[in-house]
T-cell receptor, first 114, second 112 residues
Framework: ETGVTQTPRHLVMGMTNKKSLKCEQH?????MYWYKQSAKKPLELMFV???????ENNSVPSRFSPECPNSSHLFLHLHTLQPEDSALYLC?????????????FGEGSWLTVV | TQLLEQSPQFLSIQEGENLTVYCNSS?????LQWYRQEPGEGPVLLVT?????EVKKLKRLTFQFGDARKDSSLHITAAQPGDTGLYLC????????????FGQGTTLQVKP
């Protein structure tokens, strides 16, 4: 138990569906992240929220829409995805202080787009 | 663009053997972290190294940060089947948002 909870753990959706991934952190951290993990590729940072403000958006297609309503919750809204978007989506949080910024990951949400 | 190259990408060994995983970059990182990820789970932090030349030990695992803070290594002594998993190194760049640059990972399989 890392203190970062993701739901659902598994999601299968069609290309025309709208779904959302949810992340909640119980660690009192001030930053939250979405990462994408595909087979044989490095973890890709998608979005960073610091103090509920989006501070980084790494050229992610608009079919992925993040939302951070407060410092404990982070959502990733999914709309008209493509099969190549199938991957493990990892949420993470950290307390950004100095250079010992330890990131804690959730267990991930496995997404399959059919 | 900062990149981290991990090697080897895949390693299959027998229980009791020793191994070393390398993480190299041409860039300097303010800190470097090692994670272990089991199938179907998120990465779990093993260690953070900050100072050039720093060595940290975690039971049978020894982590070293290069003097120039551009590379790191993970050495496992007498590997056990429970060490099986994906090992990821991640360097922290200069941004104060805490962005981590991840290597592509090393998949370790330890056979009993």
């Amino acid at each position: 138990e890392t203190g970062v909870t993701q739901t659902p753990r598994h999601l299968v959706m069609g290309m025309t569906n709208k779904k959302s991934l949810k992340c909640e952190q119980h660690l009192g951290h001030n930053a939250m992240y979405w990462y994408k993990q595909s087979a044989k590729k490095p973890l890709e940072l998608m979005f960073v929220y610091s103090l509920e403000e989006r501070v980084e958006n790494n050229s992610v297609p608009s079919r992925f829409s993040p939302e951070c309503p407060n410092s404990s919750h982070l959502f990733l809204h999914l709309h008209t995805l493509q099969p190549e978007d199938s991957a493990l989506y990892l949420c993470a949080s950290s307390q950004v202080t100095g250079n010992r910024n330890t990131i804690y990951f959730g267990e991930g949400s496995w997404l399959t787009v059919v | 663009t900062q990149l981290l190259e991990q090697s080897p990408q895949f390693l299959s060994i027998q229980e009791g053997e020793n191994l070393t995983v390398y993480c190299n970059s041409s860039s300097v990182f303010s800190s470097l972290q090692w994670y272990r990820q089991e199938p179907g789970e998120g990465p779990v932090l093993l260690v953070t190294v900050v100072t050039g030349g720093e060595v940290k030990k975690l039971k049978r695992l020894t982590f070293q940060f290069g003097d120039a803070r551009k590379d790191s290594s993970l050495h496992i002594t007498a590997a056990q089947p429970g060490d099986t998993g994906l090992y990821l190194c991640a360097g922290r760049g200069s941004s104060n948002t805490g962005k981590l640059i991840f290597g592509q990972g090393t998949t370790l399989q330890v056979k009993p």
